[in-house]
């Protein structure tokens, strides 16, 4: 009589399906912001670390709770620690939220299309990311740093909610004080003695150095802002075809299968998550879908 196997002894067993969950050991967990965390993980049997580029996204599945999609938010030159950065707001991110040291996760991926970052040598790159947006273009930043002479200028444009809601701060910092980056923040609502930029991000565009006709744009961050960051760009003269961006939808599947994430004729888990701005602009344009 065949036996069922429990989870955990089917992912012991060597499987490429990408329905089948990869087991993953939390290596590290670092508290980010009051809601936000990042784990780091290693698979958590021999296995030569994990792949990806900058902007695809991973299925977590926090066992018996469920799986989510999240972006990949580590350094793609160093796969051998897989990094991902969450927002606690529902039911397996905030389970999530309460693993350890030592506890077992669920990957399945790397899924989705990618940050354009090797197109856009040559060219000035101008990162525009709202919250924890910041996090799916962390991996970008760290893979334009570390081919910095292939570029223009870099120009990152981070904005969050408040002061104690930035993301990254002490990365940020680093950043900042680059001589060969761009890099301006700004919150929405000052608090607690901050004396930086006070508005949206898009505030920021209209002044940013960077040569608009021969600028590579990449922006993350909640949808609103997104319209409204592809809007300054265009005014600034980007062509709509150096803009790419990063769409979210509800997913099961993350390879094509379930519908789930349908967004008119194309799937954000298999088409996307990056899309050019010129190839949907007409379905973002269209507030319900
Ligand atoms: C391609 C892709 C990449 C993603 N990358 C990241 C990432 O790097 N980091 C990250 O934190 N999240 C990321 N997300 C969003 C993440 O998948 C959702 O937050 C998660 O699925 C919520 O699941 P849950 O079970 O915790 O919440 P649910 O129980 O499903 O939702 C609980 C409540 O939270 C609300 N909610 C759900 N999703 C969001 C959201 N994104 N923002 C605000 N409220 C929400 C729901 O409307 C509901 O009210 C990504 C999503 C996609 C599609
Ligand atoms: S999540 Fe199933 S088709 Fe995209």
Redesign the pocket.
């Known amino acids: 009589m065949a036996t069922l196997l429990n989870s955990h002894e089917i992912m012991s067993l060597s499987n490429p399906d990408p329905m089948m969950p990869s087991p993953f050991r939390v290596q590290r967990v670092r508290q980010e912001t009051h809601d936000?965390f990042t784990l780091e993980l290693q698979p958590a049997r021999d296995g030569d670390g994990f792949s990806f580029q900058a902007g695809q996204?991973n299925m977590l599945y926090v066992f018996g709770?469920?799986e989510?999609?999240?972006?990949?938010?580590g350094d793609p030159t160093k796969p051998r620690m897989l990094v991902?950065?969450?927002?606690?707001?529902?039911?397996?991110?905030?389970?999530?939220r309460r693993l350890k040291r030592g506890d077992i996760l669920g990957v399945r991926g790397p899924?989705?299309s990618h940050w354009p970052v090797e197109l856009a040598a040559g060219k000035d790159v101008v990162i525009v990311a709202g919250g924890?947006g910041l996090?799916?273009l962390r991996p970008a930043m760290y893979q334009l740093l570390s081919h910095r002479d292939q570029y223009g200028k870099v120009v990152l444009l981070y904005g969050s909610r408040t002061p104690e809601e930035i993301l990254f701060p002490r990365e940020l910092e680093r950043w900042r004080s680059q001589f060969d980056l761009e890099v301006h923040v700004t919150v929405d609502r000052a608090m607690g003695g901050w004396r930086g930029n006070v508005g949206v991000v898009t505030t920021l565009i209209q002044k940013a150095p960077f040569n608009a006709r021969n600028t590579t744009a990449m922006v993350c961050g909640?949808e609103v802002m997104m319209r409204f960051t592809v809007m300054e760009l265009l005014k600034r003269g980007v062509k709509t075809d150096n803009v790419h961006i990063?769409?979210?939808?509800?997913?099961k599947c993350a390879v094509g299968f379930c519908g789930h994430?349908q967004f008119g004729p194309v799937f954000?888990?298999k088409d996307?998550?990056v899309f050019v701005y010129s190839h949907i602009k007409d379905l973002l344009t269209k507030w319900e879908i």
């Open positions: 936000t996204f709770v469920g989510v999609p999240i972006s990949i938010s991902h950065t969450t927002r606690s707001v529902g039911t397996v991110t905030k389970a999530m899924f989705g924890i996090a799916p909640p990063s769409m979210e939808r509800n997913m994430c954000v888990c996307g998550p």
